[in-house]
Protein backbone atom coordinates (compact mmCIF):
# COMPACT_ATOMS: atom_id res chain seq x y z
CA UNK A 1 0.00 0.00 0.00
CA UNK A 2 1.45 3.75 -1.28
CA UNK A 3 1.41 5.89 2.04
CA UNK A 4 3.69 8.58 0.45
CA UNK A 5 5.56 9.65 -2.86
CA UNK A 6 8.31 6.41 -2.14
CA UNK A 7 6.70 5.29 0.77
CA UNK A 8 4.78 2.08 0.83
CA UNK A 9 3.50 -0.65 3.58
CA UNK A 10 3.78 -3.87 3.09
CA UNK A 11 1.32 -6.36 5.24
CA UNK A 12 1.01 -9.44 6.27
CA UNK A 13 -2.75 -10.89 5.79
CA UNK A 14 -5.05 -12.39 8.82
CA UNK A 15 -8.28 -12.76 9.94
CA UNK A 16 -10.08 -12.58 13.31
CA UNK A 17 -13.06 -14.46 14.84
CA UNK A 18 -13.55 -14.25 18.18
CA UNK A 19 -10.16 -13.83 20.48
CA UNK A 20 -8.22 -15.90 17.56
CA UNK A 21 -6.38 -14.11 14.85
CA UNK A 22 -5.35 -16.29 12.23
CA UNK A 23 -2.27 -15.20 9.84
CA UNK A 24 -2.19 -16.70 6.86
CA UNK A 25 0.51 -14.46 5.25
CA UNK A 26 3.96 -12.84 6.86
CA UNK A 27 5.63 -10.02 5.25
CA UNK A 28 8.54 -10.73 2.55
CA UNK A 29 11.22 -9.16 5.34
CA UNK A 30 10.09 -12.28 7.70
CA UNK A 31 10.53 -15.80 7.44
CA UNK A 32 9.26 -18.74 9.95
CA UNK A 33 11.86 -18.64 12.57
CA UNK A 34 11.45 -15.00 13.03
CA UNK A 35 8.37 -14.95 13.31
CA UNK A 36 7.66 -17.77 15.79
CA UNK A 37 10.54 -15.56 17.99
CA UNK A 38 8.28 -12.34 17.48
CA UNK A 39 5.41 -14.46 19.04
CA UNK A 40 7.34 -15.51 21.87
CA UNK A 41 8.41 -12.13 22.90
CA UNK A 42 4.70 -11.00 22.16
CA UNK A 43 3.91 -14.14 24.34
CA UNK A 44 6.29 -13.22 26.92
CA UNK A 45 5.35 -9.68 27.04
CA UNK A 46 2.08 -10.83 27.16
CA UNK A 47 0.40 -8.74 24.14
CA UNK A 48 -0.82 -11.87 23.15
CA UNK A 49 -2.01 -14.80 25.20
CA UNK A 50 -0.81 -17.65 23.43
CA UNK A 51 0.40 -19.34 19.78
CA UNK A 52 0.21 -22.21 17.53
CA UNK A 53 2.39 -22.65 14.88
CA UNK A 54 0.10 -24.98 12.05
CA UNK A 55 2.92 -23.81 9.33
CA UNK A 56 4.02 -25.85 6.53
CA UNK A 57 6.85 -25.91 4.28
CA UNK A 58 5.55 -23.94 1.86
CA UNK A 59 2.94 -22.07 3.49
CA UNK A 60 2.27 -19.89 6.82
CA UNK A 61 -0.47 -20.16 9.43
CA UNK A 62 -0.36 -19.19 12.88
CA UNK A 63 -3.24 -18.98 15.11
CA UNK A 64 -2.85 -16.62 17.92
CA UNK A 65 -5.02 -16.41 21.38
CA UNK A 66 -5.61 -12.52 22.43
CA UNK A 67 -7.99 -11.52 25.11
CA UNK A 68 -10.88 -9.13 23.69
CA UNK A 69 -8.96 -5.82 24.91
CA UNK A 70 -6.41 -6.35 21.97
CA UNK A 71 -8.75 -5.94 19.12
CA UNK A 72 -11.10 -3.57 20.83
CA UNK A 73 -11.62 -0.01 18.96
CA UNK A 74 -8.30 -0.64 16.79
CA UNK A 75 -8.32 -0.25 13.54
CA UNK A 76 -6.64 -3.52 11.21
CA UNK A 77 -3.67 -1.32 11.09
CA UNK A 78 -3.08 -1.02 14.34
CA UNK A 79 -3.15 -4.99 15.16
CA UNK A 80 -1.50 -5.33 12.07
CA UNK A 81 1.34 -3.07 13.86
CA UNK A 82 0.99 -4.94 17.31
CA UNK A 83 1.52 -8.21 15.64
CA UNK A 84 4.71 -7.08 13.84
CA UNK A 85 3.29 -7.72 10.34
CA UNK A 86 3.53 -4.21 8.77
CA UNK A 87 7.11 -3.94 6.61
CA UNK A 88 7.44 -0.30 5.91
CA UNK A 89 9.89 0.26 2.83
CA UNK A 90 10.51 3.43 0.71
CA UNK A 91 11.84 3.26 -2.54
CA UNK A 92 14.76 5.56 -3.67
CA UNK A 93 16.70 5.38 -6.32
CA UNK A 94 20.58 4.15 -6.00
CA UNK A 95 23.35 4.94 -8.81
CA UNK A 96 27.14 6.22 -9.31
CA UNK A 97 27.84 9.92 -9.71
CA UNK A 98 30.12 11.49 -11.82
CA UNK A 99 33.07 10.72 -9.67
CA UNK A 100 31.67 6.62 -9.65
CA UNK A 101 31.23 7.14 -5.90
CA UNK A 102 27.66 5.58 -4.29
CA UNK A 103 24.41 8.29 -3.94
CA UNK A 104 20.90 7.45 -3.25
CA UNK A 105 18.02 10.03 -4.30
CA UNK A 106 15.38 9.79 -2.34
CA UNK A 107 13.04 9.95 -5.36
CA UNK A 108 13.10 10.25 -9.78
CA UNK A 109 13.00 14.23 -8.75
CA UNK A 110 15.65 14.30 -6.73
CA UNK A 111 17.77 12.20 -9.56
CA UNK A 112 16.70 14.19 -12.09
CA UNK A 113 17.69 17.97 -10.52
CA UNK A 114 21.45 16.69 -10.16
CA UNK A 115 21.23 15.13 -13.53
CA UNK A 116 20.28 18.42 -14.60
CA UNK A 117 23.34 20.22 -12.33
CA UNK A 118 25.63 17.96 -13.49
CA UNK A 119 24.84 18.04 -17.14
CA UNK A 120 24.31 21.97 -17.02
CA UNK A 121 28.11 21.88 -15.15
CA UNK A 122 29.30 19.96 -18.37
CA UNK A 123 27.53 22.17 -20.77
CA UNK A 124 29.48 25.09 -19.36
CA UNK A 125 32.81 23.16 -20.00
CA UNK A 126 32.19 22.29 -23.40
CA UNK A 127 31.00 25.80 -24.02
CA UNK A 128 34.14 27.63 -22.55
CA UNK A 129 35.84 25.11 -24.40
CA UNK A 130 34.69 26.09 -27.89
CA UNK A 131 35.11 29.79 -26.85
CA UNK A 132 38.35 29.30 -26.25
CA UNK A 133 38.66 27.28 -29.78
CA UNK A 134 37.31 30.40 -31.58
CA UNK A 135 39.60 32.21 -30.24
CA UNK A 136 42.46 30.66 -30.88
CA UNK A 137 40.76 30.61 -34.03
CA UNK A 138 40.26 34.42 -34.88
CA UNK A 139 43.90 35.33 -33.82
CA UNK A 140 45.20 32.85 -36.52
CA UNK A 141 42.92 33.76 -39.12
CA UNK A 142 43.19 37.27 -38.43
CA UNK A 143 46.80 37.40 -38.45
CA UNK A 144 47.04 35.44 -41.46
CA UNK A 145 44.78 38.46 -43.51
CA UNK A 146 47.16 41.13 -41.56
CA UNK A 147 50.16 39.63 -42.67
CA UNK A 148 48.93 39.56 -46.15
CA UNK A 149 48.03 42.71 -46.29
CA UNK A 150 51.44 43.57 -44.74
CA UNK A 151 52.94 41.85 -47.32
CA UNK A 152 51.28 43.55 -50.14
CA UNK A 153 51.59 46.91 -49.09
CA UNK A 154 55.49 46.11 -48.61
CA UNK A 155 55.24 47.19 -44.82
CA UNK A 156 56.46 43.65 -44.03
CA UNK A 157 58.92 43.01 -47.09
CA UNK A 158 59.67 39.27 -48.22
CA UNK A 159 61.29 39.71 -51.47
CA UNK A 160 65.04 38.85 -51.41
CA UNK A 161 64.93 38.43 -47.83
CA UNK A 162 66.34 35.54 -45.30
CA UNK A 163 64.24 33.90 -42.96
CA UNK A 164 65.56 35.58 -40.21
CA UNK A 165 64.78 38.96 -41.81
CA UNK A 166 61.03 38.21 -42.22
CA UNK A 167 60.74 36.05 -39.15
CA UNK A 168 61.92 39.33 -37.11
CA UNK A 169 59.97 41.91 -39.32
CA UNK A 170 56.72 39.74 -38.07
CA UNK A 171 57.77 39.86 -34.37
CA UNK A 172 57.88 43.44 -34.79
CA UNK A 173 54.70 44.10 -36.52
CA UNK A 174 52.29 45.68 -33.38
CA UNK A 175 49.38 44.83 -35.60
CA UNK A 176 49.76 41.03 -35.21
CA UNK A 177 48.20 39.44 -32.26
CA UNK A 178 50.04 37.03 -29.82
CA UNK A 179 50.23 34.00 -30.23
CA UNK A 180 52.04 34.29 -33.80
CA UNK A 181 52.42 30.73 -35.70
CA UNK A 182 55.09 32.02 -37.30
CA UNK A 183 55.34 28.87 -39.72
CA UNK A 184 51.20 29.10 -40.32
CA UNK A 185 52.45 32.68 -41.93
CA UNK A 186 55.86 31.70 -43.88
CA UNK A 187 53.68 28.80 -45.52
CA UNK A 188 51.00 30.06 -47.08
CA UNK A 189 50.79 29.24 -50.54
CA UNK A 190 51.49 32.49 -53.21
CA UNK A 191 47.59 32.19 -54.32
CA UNK A 192 46.49 33.19 -51.07
CA UNK A 193 47.54 36.67 -51.48
CA UNK A 194 45.36 37.09 -54.63
CA UNK A 195 42.20 39.11 -53.74
CA UNK A 196 39.64 36.28 -54.50
CA UNK A 197 41.61 34.40 -51.61
CA UNK A 198 41.67 37.57 -49.07
CA UNK A 199 37.67 37.79 -49.77
CA UNK A 200 37.16 34.51 -49.16
CA UNK A 201 40.03 34.68 -45.64
CA UNK A 202 37.60 37.48 -44.72
CA UNK A 203 34.64 35.92 -44.71
CA UNK A 204 35.32 33.19 -42.87
CA UNK A 205 37.02 35.49 -39.86
CA UNK A 206 33.59 37.30 -40.00
CA UNK A 207 31.83 33.88 -39.44
CA UNK A 208 33.92 32.39 -36.99
CA UNK A 209 33.61 36.54 -35.57
CA UNK A 210 29.76 35.86 -35.36
CA UNK A 211 30.13 32.33 -34.30
CA UNK A 212 32.08 33.57 -31.19
CA UNK A 213 29.46 36.46 -30.37
CA UNK A 214 26.68 34.60 -30.35
CA UNK A 215 28.43 31.57 -27.99
CA UNK A 216 29.41 33.72 -25.60
CA UNK A 217 26.04 35.45 -24.58
CA UNK A 218 24.40 32.44 -25.00
CA UNK A 219 23.08 30.38 -21.90
CA UNK A 220 23.93 27.12 -21.47
CA UNK A 221 20.39 25.98 -20.82
CA UNK A 222 19.36 27.34 -24.37
CA UNK A 223 22.24 25.15 -25.75
CA UNK A 224 20.97 22.05 -24.25
CA UNK A 225 17.65 22.87 -25.42
CA UNK A 226 18.54 23.41 -29.05
CA UNK A 227 20.57 20.56 -29.14
CA UNK A 228 17.71 18.27 -27.86
CA UNK A 229 15.11 19.60 -30.43
CA UNK A 230 17.91 18.86 -33.33
CA UNK A 231 17.94 15.74 -31.76
CA UNK A 232 14.25 14.85 -31.86
CA UNK A 233 14.11 15.98 -35.30
CA UNK A 234 17.05 13.56 -36.41
CA UNK A 235 15.30 10.63 -34.49
CA UNK A 236 11.95 11.54 -36.00
CA UNK A 237 13.90 11.63 -39.56
CA UNK A 238 15.06 7.38 -38.85
Known amino acids: ?31 LDTYRSILSELKKSKVITKFTDKSEDNSFLFEVTVDKTFTEGKTDIKILEQLKLIQRISENFT ?54 NAVVEEKIKI ?9 AQINGYSKLQQPIIMNSLLNIPIYHFTLDKLEELNKEISKVQAEYD ?9 IWKEELKALKTALAKK
Open 1 to 31: VKTGDVKYDIKGIFTIKKNIITITELTPNMD
Open 95 to 148: CNDANNKVVVFDNEIHLLKEFVRFRLSQYETRKQFRIDDLKKMLIQLSNKAIFI
Open 159 to 167: YKKSKQEVE
Open 214 to 222: ELINKDVKV
